[in-house]
């Protein structure tokens, strides 16, 4: 099975702030991976699907892209409703298997 | 609008067998594959299972092959998953989930749409 690394595991930061999520394939998944946005009680929301493309309706401040199996979220300049759990996910091979999560938190 | 309702969660003994379903409505199941996610208490996502359009190919967490199945009913717009042998660790939100249809791969596509789940709680 594919085994996918998250990190870091929680985040502080800022209004305003770039900020950075990566994500680790144990093997190669080619561009197979998504990102997604989870607040408390909600289910998850998909925010970028095959690496770097960007789901419909979700704000340009967020991008996706991949270097090998290295796969990086970056957030251009958090705003407030950023503030959530972040997962990757492969969809290469089954089992589909998610990162273990980042939660961003207000510094 | 797009919807997935889950039902058939509840509390159950360790050993005893549970089915859920997935209802769907605002588009046309028969072209999606679909899948079971769940989530623990505070925990992150667990993929669980996925089938594809026609229910001839299907998939499982190490964590569930040989004890959970996942099926589909095109006429019925239905998702199902029947567990058995249900354990402790099972205990968890069971979402439903459509696949996407852009850029996927050959095995499937990422989770585009999430039903809002059923508890499922094993417990002696």
């Known amino acids: 099975d594919i085994q996918m690394t998250q990190s870091p595991s929680t985040l502080s930061a800022s209004i305003g702030d770039r900020v950075t999520i990566t994500c680790r394939a144990s093997?190669?998944?080619?561009?197979?991976l998504a990102w997604y946005q989870q607040k408390p009680g909600k289910a998850p929301k998909v925010l970028i699907y095959?690496?770097?493309n960007l789901e419909s309706g979700v704000p340009s401040r967020f991008s996706g892209s991949e270097s090998g199996t290295e796969f990086t979220l970056t957030i251009s300049s958090l705003q407030p409703d950023d503030f959530a759990t972040y997962y990757c996910q492969q969809y290469n091979s089954y089992p589909f298997t998610f990162g273990q999560g980042t939660k961003l938190e207000i510094k | 609008e797009v919807q997935l309702v889950e039902s058939g969660g509840g509390l159950v003994q360790p050993g005893r067998s549970l089915r859920l379903s997935c209802g769907v409505s605002g588009f046309t199941f028969r072209d999606y594959a679909m899948h079971w996610v769940r989530q623990a208490p505070g925990k992150g996502p667990e993929w669980v299972s996925g089938i594809s359009w026609s229910g001839g190919r299907m998939g499982y967490a190490d964590s569930v092959k040989g004890r959970f199945t996942i099926s589909r009913d095109n006429a019925k717009n239905s998702l199902y998953l029947q567990m058995n042998s249900l354990r402790a660790e099972d205990t968890a939100l069971y979402y439903c989930?459509?696949?996407?249809?852009?850029?996927?791969?050959?095995?499937?596509?990422?989770?585009?749409?999430w039903g809002r789940g059923t508890l499922v709680t094993v417990s002696s």
């Open positions: 989930v459509k696949e996407g249809s852009h850029d996927c791969s050959p095995t499937g596509c990422y989770s585009h749409l």
């Open positions: 093997q190669s998944i080619s561009t197979w």
């Open positions: 095959k690496a770097s």
